[in-house]
């Protein structure tokens, strides 16, 4: 087919129309490669693999790419136990320490990506290391793998942002206990001391609505606000 009819996928948009022979010249050039897709004139997109053009990509001189069942997923699985930990951590100290964990997300995937070039498999895109989700998808797409990683990382993600708003709730509410026993003290001239706080709800971002339990067995309706790292708390009148 000599007639400029083919196309190739580059970032999203099609590239062409060019002749069978242009095609080959990207290929020789290393423009395009067996994943790249392609569309020859009729049909569907297919991968260049699939096309007569495969037969113009230099063969390697040493072994074939290790299987699939082969390649040593321990990477990939630690970033769903980072992403755990992560949140873990998070719902303890109170804090978010996300840059941190994503920073053992982003290292984890540059050593997998290196272990699949050295098993002689190709490696997603290396701007997809610091999107970890995309990344573990497109090294399921290219290893011919169940997503079962990808799916476990989306869950361990959703739990440790679930764990990580609970532990900075639990923060706001050891913060606010002493407040609230030193205004009991200071200006209701009360001897009663507060044992815990559990916030109800949250009316708008850094407002809350919450329970201060007395050691008398009271308790006091109060409100909190959290303005950067400062806790303010006021009972309104009871």
């Known amino acids: 087919m000599s007639e400029a009819s083919w196309y190739y996928a580059l970032n999203g948009s099609r590239q062409g129309p060019f002749t069978i022979d242009q095609m080959k010249e990207f290929v ?44 040593d997923n321990r990477f990939v ?12 951590l998070e719902y303890f100290l109170g804090v978010s320490v996300w840059w941190a964990f994503l920073a053992f997300n982003i290292g984890l995937c540059v050593f997998d ?39 476990g990382w989306i869950a361990a993600f959703i739990v440790s942002i679930l764990l990580g708003l609970a532990g900075g709730d639990s923060a706001i509410e050891d913060a606010a206990c002493p407040i609230v026993t030193d205004i009991i003290h200071k200006q209701l001239y009360q001897s009663s001391s507060c044992v815990a706080v559990t916030i109800d709800d949250e009316p708008k971002s850094g407002f809350y609505r919450a329970t201060a339990l007395l050691d008398n067995g009271n308790e006091l309706n109060i409100t909190i606000q959290k303005k950067g790292e400062n806790i303010y708390v006021q009972i309104p009148r009871q």
């Open 113 to 151: 990506e290196r272990r699949l070039k050295a098993a002689g498999h190709a490696a997603p895109e290396s701007w997809s290391v610091v999107i970890v989700p995309v990344y573990l998808w497109k090294r399921a797409s290219i290893l011919g793998q169940k997503k079962n990683y990808f799916y």
């Open 77 to 88: 699985w630690g970033l769903v136990g980072v992403q755990l930990a992560g949140g873990v």
């Open 28 to 71: 020789a050039s290393s423009a395009i490669h067996l994943e790249t897709k392609v569309w020859a004139g009729d049909g569907e997109w297919v991968s260049l693999r699939d096309t007569e053009l495969a037969d113009s990509v230099s063969r390697p001189s040493g072994p074939p790419p290790l299987a699939a069942s082969d390649i």
